[in-house]
């Protein structure tokens, strides 16, 4: 199936870009277009136009500093995954994006497009709801930060608006004496995941996000229970459902093994 008509722009400038989506009604933003294609190609999604970011400056970068790691919205997933200075900074981001897709797709897929995504199935949208993150979006206001917690509000949609960009996510840094720890099942290494786990542990405070058993990326505060308990006191704030890749049971006995995993793993290393 081919796409629906739609009208392509490519600015030069991030206020170009703004315009453009503003003066449009259903634009969407294009960048790496491993999720939007997909979209399209089937039309499940069916935009009046596409704003290319692509030719934008300054938005391909990766820094690291004390505070944490920023992305721009041009950076690729492989490039984010083979930065050393990321995995010194924040080692949770590696861990999770080395699952994320396949080789060819990290090569053009962006960490900033997967966020906006918000596809609870996806890695990169748990990981930085886990870590309190945020992303920065422009829009005709001008620019505002947008905090994890407040950026997925159902599924497969974000509160970035739709005459705004994103245009940069920052992952905090791993403090001295924390630990984190990430696992995944999946059929295979790269699809979609039956079900992600991902922890923190803080001294007494542990923290556990959970991506494809829920409509929206979920952090379970798991801090003060029992190693025993680990895993059937995160289902009751999770919902695994069956699909067709997996039982909601099979989904539920991976939540109690992963979790437990994941904390022993984490607190290992915040030992």
Do not use: W
């Not at 796409?3 to 030069?12: N, T």
């Not at 999604?45 to 970011?53: K, N, Q, W």
């Not at 109690?256 to 290393?269: C, F, G, H, P, W």
């Amino acid at each position: 199936m081919k796409p629906a008509p739609f009208a392509y722009r490519r600015p030069r400038t991030l206020d170009e870009a703004v315009a453009a989506l503003a003066g449009t009604p259903g634009a969407k933003v294009l960048a790496g277009g491993q999720s939007l294609v997909p979209l399209l190609s089937m039309r499940l999604a069916a935009p009046a136009a596409l704003v290319d970011i692509n030719a934008l400056p300054d938005l391909d970068q990766v820094r690291c500093d004390e505070e944490g790691v920023r992305i721009g919205a041009l950076a690729r997933h492989a490039d984010v995954l083979a930065s050393a200075d990321v995995r010194r900074v924040q080692p949770l981001v590696a861990l999770a994006l080395e699952h994320v897709a396949h080789p060819t797709i990290r090569n053009r897929g962006t960490t900033v497009g997967s966020l906006v995504h918000a596809d609870a199935a996806a890695e990169m949208p748990m990981v930085l709801r886990l870590l309190g993150g945020s992303v920065d979006v422009v829009g005709p206001s001008g620019r505002r930060t947008v905090a994890a917690d407040d950026l997925f509000v159902g599924p497969l949609e974000s509160s970035v608006a739709s005459d705004e960009i994103a245009v940069e996510a920052f992952f905090p840094a791993l403090r001295a004496g924390v630990g984190v720890a990430f696992r995944e099942i999946a059929r295979r290494h790269g699809d979609y995941a039956l079900v992600g786990v991902a922890a923190l542990v803080d001294g007494e405070s542990v923290r556990v996000g959970y991506l494809s058993v829920a409509d929206l990326p979920t952090v379970v505060d798991l801090s003060g229970v029992p190693e025993g308990e680990l895993g059937e006191r995160a289902l009751e704030r999770l919902d695994p459902a069956d699909d067709i890749h997996a039982s909601a049971d099979y989904r539920a006995h991976l939540v109690r093994v992963l979790t437990a995993q994941v904390v022993a793993s984490a607190r290992e290393l915040a030992a």
